[in-house]
T-cell receptor, first 116, second 112 residues
Framework: DTGVSQDPRHKITKRGQNVTFRCDPISEHNRLYWYRQTLGQGPEFLTYFQNEAQLEKSRLLSDRFSAERPKGSFSTLEIQRTEQGDSAMYLCASSLGAGGSGNTIYFGEGSWLTVV | GDSVTQMEGPVTLSEEAFLTINCTYT??????LFWYVQYPGEGLQLLLKATKADDKGSNKGFEATYRKETTSFHLEKGSVQVSDSAVYFCALVGQAGTALIFGKGTTLSVSS
């Protein structure tokens, strides 16, 4: 059983460029979540999907951030016109069913973004 | 909205010392409560959980009890090891079951 897989693991980009991160959840997990984590802080929830439907996106940090899960399997998180403040680790997680009530949410190892 | 507050770190202990990391939460209804751990260079891993009041979650010698009356979920271990050095995150999933909400994390450093 493979875990949650994220790619790339590290990305350095120039300010103003667009970046895209990919997440492959655990097979058959219908929920997929994106978080951002900055140094010394806990993960900050951004958005989540149930299958291909994006059920919560009000916490995306700005309209430069968007996420998709077109076939209900892998997902992408895109950041347009990157800014230095976007430098952080972007975490993906997945679960079978709603988190809590016995359903464990599993995390990938994260994608580090550095904007220079 | 829902939130989690945990004690500031770093916590520095000698091997075999007793550990407590305090965690309190704010949420409507009955959230599920979790402790996640992040070892150096690794991803977040679930350490333990409790889904209803008075439940005790336990794993690897760590324990935490869901206290509704004090809205707390303190993490304890009777005898820490060097290998327990990591960042510990308290988290909740609200009754609506949307997503995990995390505290800021507490860094534990154990020396031999």
């Amino acid at each position: 059983d493979t875990g949650v897989s994220q790619d790339p693991r590290h990305k350095i980009t120039k300010r103003g460029q667009n970046v895209t991160f990919r997440c492959d959840p655990i097979s058959e997990h219908n929920r997929l979540y994106w978080y951002r984590q900055t140094l010394g802080q806990g993960p900050e929830f951004l958005t989540y999907f149930q299958n291909e439907a994006q059920l919560e996106k009000s916490r995306l940090l700005s309209d430069r951030f968007s996420a998709e899960r077109p076939k209900g399997s892998f997902s992408t998180l895109e950041i347009q016109r990157t800014e230095q403040g976007d430098s952080a680790m972007y975490l993906c997680a997945s679960s079978l069913g709603a988190g809590g009530s016995g359903n464990t949410i599993y995390f990938g190892e994260g994608s580090w973004l550095t904007v220079v | 909205g829902d939130s989690v507050t945990q004690m500031e770190g770093p916590v520095t202990l000698s091997e075999e010392a007793f550990l407590t990391i305090n965690c309190t939460y704010t949420a409507t209804g009955y959230p599920s409560l979790f402790w996640y751990v992040q070892y150096p260079g690794e991803g977040l891993q679930l350490l333990l959980k409790a889904t209803k009041a008075d439940d005790k979650g336990s794993n690897k010698g760590f324990e935490a009890t869901y206290r509704k009356e004090t809205t707390s979920f303190h993490l304890e271990k009777g005898s820490v090891q060097v290998s327990d050095s990591a960042v510990y995150f308290c988290a909740l999933v609200g009754q609506a079951g949307t997503a995990l909400i995390f505290g800021k994390g507490t860094t534990l450093s154990v020396s031999s």
